[in-house]
């Protein structure tokens, strides 16, 4: 998964790693914001998502 190895990322990146339209990708994303696997953050062209990581977790970053 691309946000064990980096901090955050984009929906425009998170396209082109799935090879998918933006409307599919934020469909994606957002499930996956619902079910509490990652975070979004920012709004509007400066949102950008990353992993949810348990309290007290390390950062690998």
Known sequence: MYLMDHQEISRKKASSLINSKNTKT??????LVNEKFI??????RATFYTLK????ENKKW
């Open 26 to 31: 934020y469909e994606v994303l957002t499930e």
């Open 39 to 44: 975070d979004k953050q920012g709004q509007g």
């Open 53 to 56: 990581r348990k309290e007290g």
